[in-house]
């Protein structure tokens, strides 16, 4: 009965998918590119609402009103698409929160990044970028996330087509998915809601930043504004490690310090700051009418200011004779408690953007054309702030990926809204590998670093291995019980975004990255269905730990999490349920390599012959069929495959892909493999 009734939803399913595929054929037409324009207050609106609607599983929204209690700045004139007073803060939350459940222990762990769309209400370029941003994550992620029917099928492939017309490509995808799946990211795109709705600077009068509490001189000059206590609100319940905001006026890359208690000084994170501000001034790029940003001191290449929002995110831990508490009056109070901080909430790289010379371009805004390279026809305002807000949560935190086992590349490494109900990944990235193999050829690629001071290949048999020294949501504590592989050529090199670029330097059809290659040998004595883990680990960016050549204040090692996270394994922070715990070697996704029972040269899917295959990401039920259910299987299938073959002799216009049968009856996972057959199906 349970497969006449599958059999059946099979053949119904079938049907609909016929006729939605004839209808869809008929409706798309995919623009192959969008001209980036501002959005106004309504129409970012609209769009969150929108995103948290299609995407609840990567979108969460609220405002600081609804979560903090805060008031509303404005009158009942403003912002008429909120049904209060005033003009709501939205923040939003970006996250995978099925592989990362909201307090999870993998969720608390998860690195932090924050970005802010306006300050200043007249600054216009920052809010639309942070947008587009966000959009390209979930869109990038909805499609990576293995799709489980026919409906999840299409909508894959005419994400992937739609993506590819703009010149995103299947890795750059991936790396867009791996970003919203690795890390959280908070965004208030229009934080000083009331001034980007009537297009002023201030919000009522008071600019935003100057109302922080570091080195103010009166406590009744800071907090004084509902979108300075957003910010703070949110600050203090998180652990963010890089950060960006955004303003106009100039173009400017800028970075501590900016107040003037230490004009001419740099700041002891100098070292790492110089070298994120250079990558986000290289990724950036320029055009005809502008040069890449350049980079440097807020003191230097903008002016100082007291209250401002950078130097407090970045000291306001550390060094606490400059941070007042609190006393303003207006919005009626708020409480001074509040601006009291904890060691660990403000160690934060929260840097400025200057996007433009002027406070709201009405040219060169750039289209989506190609939007991740910074060598873009199409690159504008808009375009390089998209890339800088998308390479803010490249950088916080380093990554190792396997993408190849003798020459195989594999289908994924980071899929979205994978382990729901546990982190045990045993089988979840795996290869067979002929009996008669006795070496196997890895490649990797490290990103989130800018240099890579050593790489190491290392391999185990699963069964020797501790159950919970490995799983997928968490990093290894360390090589105990593995053997060291034997990387080939290059142990070092520099990531894709550093001033030399990606060395050892990629082949086409290889990864936008470093890439790394090692040989491990099959240990003597293995058998058939023997089952060996291989992790590949990565040490980066020890230099950003060296103090600055130049004169900085105060004389101290550096005080960043992000720095300290890669350079420091005793550093370890914890704040509202949040962590931060500093590491030298980071790993990849453990890959399983499984001895197969069949000699070299088995025959792959393409008809090729081949010593390595992958293994598929979900496996079947291997209890196997009842004669009974067999048979009436089998009874099914004839029906259903009768019934497609009098639909497509009846409807030649459209045929079905063979991929999408395969899917329906094999449970096979979508894959990147069958995506240019199945894509000739969309026109």
């Known amino acids: 009965m349970r497969n006449i009734l599958l059999g059946l939803l099979v053949v119904a399913e079938l049907a609909h998918a016929n006729r939605r595929g004839q209808e869809d054929d008929e409706s798309y037409q995919s623009k192959p590119y969008e001209s980036y324009s501002i959005w106004e207050s309504g129409e970012i609106h609209d769009k969150l609402h929108e995103w948290q609607d299609n995407y609840p599983d990567f979108f969460h929204l609220t405002t600081s009103q609804e979560k ?8 009942e004139e403003d912002c008429p698409f909120y049904a209060k007073k005033g ?13 990362h459940p909201e307090g999870s222990d993998s969720s608390e762990h998860l690195p932090e990044v924050f970005w802010s769309g306006c300050l200043h209400g007249n600054e216009r370029v920052g809010p639309t970028s942070v947008m587009h941003a966000t959009f390209l994550l979930l869109q990038a992620a909805s499609c990576e996330a293995t799709p489980r029917n ?3 099928i299409a909508l894959a492939k005419r994400c992937r087509k739609e993506l590819k017309e703009k010149g995103i490509d299947d890795y750059q995808r991936k790396w867009l998915a791996r970003l919203l799946s690795t ?8 934080t000083n809601a009331l001034g980007y709705y009537r297009n002023e600077r201030t919000e009522e009068g008071i600019d935003p930043n100057r109302d922080f509490p570091y080195d103010v001189k009166d406590p009744k000059d800071c ?4 979108a300075g206590r957003t910010i703070n609100e949110i600050y203090k319940e998180h652990l963010f490690q890089l950060a960006l905001t955004f303003h106009a006026g100039t173009e400017v890359v800028g970075y501590e310090w900016g107040a003037p208690t230490w004009l001419e000084k740099l700041s002891p994170d100098n070292a790492a700051q110089a070298s994120i501000g250079a990558a986000y001034s290289r990724y950036g790029g320029g055009w005809s009418s502008s040069k890449p940003y350049e980079y440097g001191t807020m003191n230097d290449l903008v002016y100082e200011v007291r209250g401002g929002m950078e130097d407090w995110s970045y ?13 303003p009056s207006t919005f009626g109070g708020y409480g001074k408690e509040k601006t009291v901080y904890n060691n660990s909430t403000l160690r934060i790289f929260n840097m400025l953007i200057e996007t433009s010379n002027t406070k709201e371009p009405h040219s060169h805004l750039g289209n989506s054309q190609d939007v991740l390279n910074r060598d873009t026809k199409g690159n504008g305002h808009i375009s390089r702030n998209i890339r800088l807000a998308l390479l803010a949560a490249e950088l916080v935190e380093p990554y190792v990926s396997v993408f190849a086992v003798n020459q195989l590349k594999l289908s994924d490494d980071i899929v979205p809204m994978s382990h729901p109900k546990g982190s045990n990944c045993r089988g979840d990235k795996s290869v067979k590998i002929a009996k008669n193999v006795k070496e196997v050829v890895i490649e990797w690629t490290v990103g989130g670093a800018m240099t890579i001071d050593n790489t190491e290949l290392w391999y185990a048999k699963w069964d020797d291995i501790k159950s919970d020294h490995i799983n997928c949501l968490k990093q290894p504590n360390g090589t105990e019980g593995f053997e060291k592989g034997t990387v080939t050529e290059a142990t070092s090199g520099t990531g894709f975004f550093s001033e030399a670029g990606a060395y050892p330097s990629r082949k086409p059809g290889q990864p936008y990255g470093p890439i790394f290659t ?7 004595g293995a058998r058939a269905l023997d089952e060996f883990v291989v992790i590949v680990s990565a040490r980066v960016d020890s230099d950003w730990k060296n103090f600055p050549k130049k004169e900085f204040d105060p004389k101290i090692p550096p005080q960043s999490h992000i720095v300290n996270a890669r350079t420091d394994p005793e550093w370890h922070h914890e704040s509202a349920g949040k962590y931060v715990q500093g590491r030298l070697s980071w790993f990849s996704k453990p890959l399983t390599i499984v001895i197969g029972d069949f000699e070299d040269g088995i025959e792959n899917e393409s008809g090729q012959l081949v010593d390595t295959i992958e293994s598929p990401r979900f496996g079947a039920d291997t209890s196997g069929p009842t004669e009974k259910e067999l048979i009436a299987g089998l009874l099914c299938l004839a029906l259903a495959l009768c019934y497609l073959s009098q639909r497509r002799n009846s409807n030649k216009g459209y045929i079905l892909a063979e991929e999408d049968d395969d899917f329906v009856f094999d449970a096979k996972p979508y894959s990147d ?10 026109p």
Request: include cysteine; aromatic fraction near 6%.
């Open 68 to 75: 903090y209690g805060l008031p509303a700045a404005g009158d």
């Open 150 to 152: 026919n409906q999840e």
């Open 223 to 226: 907090m004084q504004t509902i």
């Open 183 to 190: 890390r959280r990211i908070v965004m208030t795109s229009t």
């Open 315 to 327: 000291a306001g831990s550390w060094d606490p004779d400059r941070v007042v508490r609190c006393e």
């Open 673 to 682: 493999k069958d995506a240019e057959v199945e894509l000739q199906s969309i």
């Open 87 to 99: 003009c709501p803060n939205y923040i939003a939350t970006i996250q995978d929160f099925i592989t």
């Open 518 to 524: 090692g040989v491990l040998n099959i240990p003597e």
